[in-house]
């Protein structure tokens, strides 16, 4: 699927997404990152949805956003509730979305001027 930008914003948006693939402004990704609007992050630890543990949300967290959006791959899998309890002690939104849909979401957020971490898997 490939996104359509309306406008050039100097910030990181999601231009495309495929099997085994997403696209941050045109830059090709086969691997499961977070991205931010002014970073992405290739070395995230995460892989595999069966994979996350509370290491892999602490990292999210010390990015200080609004909102996370974890992207759990081609179906929607929601983390057991422990994994992600660091972020809701520090009141920071947490969303969770198939990987598809995590994109749209994150660029309409960050289109908005939100602080919005979207963490994606592939797998």
Known sequence: MKFQLQKSTGQNLFTGYGSGYLTVNYVRYERSLVVTPERVIEDWPAAVFDELNVSHFEFLRVLNPEIVLLGSGSTLRFPRPDLSRC????????????TTAACRT???LAGEGRNVVAAVLLA
């Open 87 to 98: 972020l809701a002690e520090v009141r920071i939104g947490f969303e969770v979305m198939d």
């Open 106 to 108: 994150y660029n309409i």
